[in-house]
């Protein structure tokens, strides 16, 4: 099997900032894209990053000028740096990963995290 196990989020005041860590472990060949989403209470959850295995990063608008997306391969680990934070990036955090977990095989699956909740709040 394979686990994600994120870290970093908390309470932060507005303007401030934290960054999330999202480790994966377990039977791995390879990790394809990883990512970010959240959800907020009463919403849908939505795409914050993602960024492939050879760094190309996707941001949300909402995102963009304010959070970095990077990775560290050889950990299998995706970070979110997230600045300037505001009221509205309020909400539970997950990592996703897509993961080949044989070499000998096609199969790649989608492997979410449990969350993490950063609450934005003076």
């Known amino acids: 099997q394979v686990q994600l196990v994120e870290s970093g989020g908390g309470l932060v005041q507005p303007g401030g900032s934290l960054r999330l860590s999202c480790a994966a472990s377990?039977?791995?060949?390879?990790?394809?894209?990883m990512g970010w989403y959240r959800q907020a209470p009463g919403k849908e959850r939505e795409l914050v990053a993602t960024?492939?295995?050879?760094?190309?990063?996707n941001l949300a608008d909402s995102a963009k000028g304010r959070f970095t997306v990077s990775r560290d391969n050889a950990k299998n680990t995706v970070y979110l740096q997230m600045n300037s934070l505001k009221a509205e990036d309020t909400a539970v955090y997950y990592c996703?990963?897509?993961?080949?977990?044989?070499?000998?095989?096609?199969?790649?699956?989608?492997?979410w995290g449990q969350g993490t909740q950063v609450t934005v709040s003076s």
């Open positions: 960024i492939t295995t050879d760094g190309s990063a």
């Open positions: 377990g039977n791995i060949f390879r990790i394809n894209a």
């Open positions: 996703k990963a897509d993961v080949k977990r044989y070499w000998n095989s096609l199969v790649v699956n989608t492997y």
